[in-house]
């Protein structure tokens, strides 16, 4: 079971460089749960959702990742993306730990990624992230607008109602 939950994990990132998010949602069990700095427990349809979105907004989109570990039942990998963020044009580089959580076929059932909200809110939104980015109304205004957005991508796609 290992190596097929190692296989996932990998087929999942490849398919994020492609920015195929249909691949990428085919990893997931239907009841998955994800979080990370800007989307806290988000939903199966939620994430799925949230992928859809930002493959279809990406701009100018690599991605690295490394250090796919597995076991029956955990797993987790490091990952690098690059790319404008939509809302300022600013670069980003972003460096990512995810950690996952596995059903019995294999499917991701738990994704958490954990990254410096900080260092990321410097580079997409330049000296303003840089002054604000530190504190928890600049992140709170992050998880905002990113739930908003979501929302409004879901909103737009009944697939995800």
Not at 79 to 93: N, Q
Not at 115 to 130: C, D, E, H, I, V
């Amino acid at each position: 079971m290992a190596s097929t939950n190692t296989e996932t994990i990998t087929r999942f990132y490849e398919a994020f460089n492609k920015l195929d998010y249909a691949t990428m949602n085919d990893c997931y069990a239907d009841e998955v749960t994800f979080n990370d700095s800007a989307f806290k427990n988000l939903n199966g349809k939620e994430t799925r959702a949230m992928w859809h979105m930002l493959c279809t907004r990406a701009k100018e989109f690599t991605l690295t990742f490394s250090d796919v570990q597995a076991n029956d039942q955990t797993g987790s990998c490091h990952w690098e993306p690059k790319y404008l963020f939509s809302a300022t044009g600013r670069s980003v580089h972003n460096i990512i730990d995810a950690k996952f959580k596995f059903n019995e076929e294999g499917k991701i059932i738990q994704h958490d990624d954990s990254f410096n909200l900080y260092r990321w809110a410097k580079m997409a939104f330049g000296p303003m992230g840089f002054i604000l980015g530190w504190t928890p109304m600049m992140h709170n205004k992050i998880r905002k607008t990113a739930m908003g957005n979501l929302k409004s991508f879901i909103q737009k796609h009944p697939e995800y109602q």
